[in-house]
């Protein structure tokens, strides 16, 4: 068993403030669209951020946040729908958020680092 992970950068403490450890870790894997929105900006400055985001990708995460990106069965989801049909302007949305999310795994590099990423639809 190969237990993928991403390089740590040595120049940054582990107990630094990292949001995933100063706040709630349930936060990360809520079924609440607003929470998983709020953990999703608590990352955007973690000095972590790509190396979480390339170790979920490459070990296909399940679900949750994980380096600024919400994964649920293994695929980057631009943001977690609630319950029920999805409005038409929901759809649009989420067209846009898609494409928003390729263009960030594109500027980590990780769009072409593993060739089982994949965006759900």
């Known amino acids: 068993m190969s237990l993928a ?58 679900w949750g946040v994980w380096g600024g990106e919400i994964f649920e069965r293994g695929a980057v989801v631009p943001r977690k729908r609630p319950r029920g049909r999805p409005r038409k302007e929901d759809l649009a949305r989420d067209a846009q958020l898609r494409v928003e999310a390729e263009a960030r795994l594109a500027a980590s590099g990780l769009s072409e680092s593993r060739s089982a990423v994949r965006l759900a639809a």
């Open 5 to 62: 992970l991403a390089p740590l950068d040595v120049s940054v403490d582990v107990e630094a403030n990292l949001p995933c450890r100063k706040f709630d870790p349930d936060l990360w894997f809520s079924d609440s669209p607003a929470e998983l929105e709020l953990a999703k900006s608590l990352c955007g400055d973690c000095p972590l951020r790509v190396e979480c985001l390339a170790g979920a990708v490459e070990r296909a995460e399940p």
